[in-house]
C-alpha cells in the first residue's frame, strides 16, 4: 500500500478503552499534527512513552512528541479545570506543551455541568446511564440548545460576568433537581487561575489546520469513547453525547470532508464496556474475572470494572458501516492467552430468527442472544515480545482472518502488550 494518506482518523469501534490512546500516539510520531475531535475529560487514554505511563483525559495523545502540533478541536467539550490540572502534571513530567493549541469554539464543560450531570444520573433511578459524571451530557445539551459557554467567552473581559449570570440560571436548576447551589466567590478565582495557563493556546483552529493542510502537513484525528456509544449510532441512551464515529472528525476539526483519506478502526480482541446498557456477548464466568485481571480492565477515569464479552461481529460490521473503516488495528490479543478456546459472534437470535444486524430496540438488543464460531486459542502461549505476524501461533492468525474476513478489512496493526515496541506492523498505513 502506498504511504499516502493524509488525513487519517482513528476511531474506537466498540465501547471505548480499545487502546485509542495506544495506537493514536503510535501514529502520531509518523504525523505532524494530532487533532482531538470530540468527548471530553470522560475519556481515559493510556499512553506508555519512554517507560512512563500516561493517562491523557482531554489532550491529545502525540503531546510527548514536541516536534508535532497537538490540537484540541472544536468538537469537544472542555472542562477548563480539569484541562488545567492534566497540563499542570504533563509540565511537571517535563513537557512544554508548547505544541498545544485549543480550539476557539470548543465548548466549555463547566462546574454547574458535572452538578448537574450527577443530579440528573440520581432522578433517573434504575434507569441512570453510569456517566463518567464529568458533566459531557449536560454541556453537550447546552451547546444543541445554544446557550453553552465556548473557550472564546472564556477567554472576553467580562467572563466573571458572563460565568455570574450562567450560573444563576443553573443554579435555580441545580435546585430544581434538589442539589446544592454552586457558590461564584468560591469557584471563579479557580477559573481565573486555569485561564492564565490556558489562553495562551486557544486559536482559531479552522484556518489554523487549514494552514497546516495547505502545508502538506500529515493530520491524524484522534476519537475518543467508541462508535457504540455515539449519540446517533449508539446503544442510545446508553451513549456518550457527541459524534464519535469518524465523521465526527469533520464537524469536531473543521477540516473539509475532501481532506480526510481514510480511517482506522481500533478494536479489542474481545469487548469490554463501563457504564450501563445492552451487551450482546457480555459473560460473567470466571473466564471474565481473568480476562479482567490479566488486563486490568478498570476504567482509567473511574476506576470502574468493565464489563467483559466476547468479540460481537455483528456489532462490528455494524461500526465498520457506519465509520467506513478499511484497516483495523486489533489490540489486547496477547490477552487471549489465558483462555482454551475464544468465541466470536457471528449472528443474533432474536426471538427465534437468526439475524445478522444491529436492532435499534433497545428492548431487542436486551433480548438478542448471542450465536458463536468458537475458534481454539493459543493458550499459554506468551504472543507479548513477538515481533512479526508470521511469528504469530497459528490459531491467532486464524482468528485474524476469521475477522477480515467477516469485516472485509485488513488488520494492519496487531497489538501484543500495552509499550510502543509490542505492536506488529503489518503494513505501514500512514
Ligand atoms: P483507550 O481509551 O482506547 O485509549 O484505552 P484505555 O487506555 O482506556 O485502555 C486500554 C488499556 O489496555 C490500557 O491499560 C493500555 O495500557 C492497555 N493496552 C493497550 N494495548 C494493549 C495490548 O495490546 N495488550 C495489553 N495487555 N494491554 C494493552
Ligand atoms: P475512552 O476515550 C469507555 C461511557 C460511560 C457511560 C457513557 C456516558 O477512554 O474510550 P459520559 O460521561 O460520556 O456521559 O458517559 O459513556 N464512556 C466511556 N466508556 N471509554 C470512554 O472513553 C468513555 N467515555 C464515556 O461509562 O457508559
Ligand atoms: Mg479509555
Known amino acids: 500500500m502506498e504511504n499516502s494518506i493524509k488525513g ?4 474506537g469501534s466498540q465501547w471505548g478503552d480499545e487502546g485509542k490512546g495506544k495506537i493514536a500516539n503510535y501514529l502520531a510520531s509518523k504525523a505532524d499534527v494530532i487533532v482531538r475531535y470530540q468527548g471530553g475529560d470522560n475519556a481515559g ?5 519512554n517507560g512512563n505511563e500516561y493517562h ?4 491529545p495523545s502525540g503531546i510527548f512528541y514536541e516536534d508535532k502540533i497537538n490540537i484540541m ?6 472542562n477548563p479545570l480539569s484541562l488545567a490540572k492534566e497540563m499542570n502534571e504533563l509540565i511537571e513530567a517535563g513537557y512544554s506543551l508548547d ?37 459531557i451530557g449536560p454541556s453537550y445539551t447546552d451547546k444543541a440548545e445554544r446557550s453553552s459557554l465556548r473557550m472564546c467567552d472564556f477567554l472576553e473581559d467580562d467572563f466573571e460576568q458572563i460565568y455570574k449570570d ?5 443554579n435555580a436548576l441545580i435546585e430544581f433537581y434538589g442539589g446544592t447551589k454552586i457558590s461564584y466567590v468560591n469557584t471563579i478565582n479557580d477559573y481565573l487561575k486555569a485561564r492564565e495557563l490556558i489562553a495562551p493556546h486557544v486559536k482559531e483552529t479552522v484556518s489554523f489546520i487549514h494552514n497546516l493542510r495547505e502545508e502538506n502537513k500529515k493530520i491524524l484525528f484522534e476519537g475518543a469513547q467508541g462508535t457504540m456509544l455515539d449519540i446517533d449510532f449508539g446503544t442510545f441512551p446508553y451513549v456518550t453525547s457527541s459524534s464519535v464515529n469518524a465523521g465526527g472528525a469533520i464537524s469536531g476539526s473543521g477540516i473539509g470532508l475532501g481532506y480526510v483519506s481514510d480511517c482506522i478502526g481500533i478494536i479489542k480482541a ?40 466476547w468479540l460481537d461481529l455483528v456489532q462490528l460490521k455494524y461500526s465498520q458501516s457506519v465509520n467506513g473503516f478499511k484497516y483495523g488495528a486489533l489490540m489486547l490479543l496477547d490477552v487471549l492467552s489465558v483462555v482454551e478456546e475464544i468465541n466470536v459472534c457471528i449472528a443474533y437470535e432474536l426471538d427465534g430468527k437468526t439475524i445478522d444486524y444491529l436492532p435499534t430496540s433497545l428492548k431487542e438488543q436486551y433480548r438478542a442472544k448471542p450465536i458463536y464460531k468458537t475458534l481454539k486459542s493459543f493458550k499459554g502461549v506468551d504472543i507479548s515480545s513477538l515481533k512479526t505476524y508470521e511469528d504469530l501461533p497459528k490459531e491467532a492468525k486464524e482468528y485474524i482472518s476469521f475477522i477480515e474476513n467477516y469485516l472485509k478489512i485488513k488488520i494492519v496493526i496487531i497489538s501484543v502488550g500495552p509499550a510502543k515496541e509490542q505492536t506488529i506492523i503489518r503494513e505501514e498505513i500512514f
Do not use: C, Q, W
Open 166 to 170: 450562567k450560573l444563576e440560571e443553573k
Open 270 to 309: 474481545y469487548t469490554t464496556r463501563v457504564g450501563e446498557g445492552p451487551f450482546v456477548t457480555e459473560f460473567f464466568d470466571e473466564k471474565a474475572s481473568l480476562i479482567r485481571e490479566v488486563a486490568h480492565e478498570y476504567g482509567v477515569n473511574t476506576h470502574r470494572p468493565r464489563r467483559i464479552g
Open 73 to 78: 478541536g472544536n468538537g469537544m467539550v472542555i
Open 99 to 135: 505544541n498545544l493549541v485549543i480550539s476557539s469554539r470548543a465548548t466549555l464543560d463547566m462546574s454547574y455541568d458535572i452538578e448537574l450531570d450527577g443530579l440528573k444520573e440520581s432522578k433517573l433511578k434504575d434507569k441512570f446511564i453510569g456517566t463518567t459524571k464529568k458533566g
Open 8 to 11: 487519517l482518523v482513528v476511531v
Open 56 to 59: 491523557l483525559r482531554s489532550i
Open 45 to 49: 487514554h493510556t499512553v506508555k512513552f
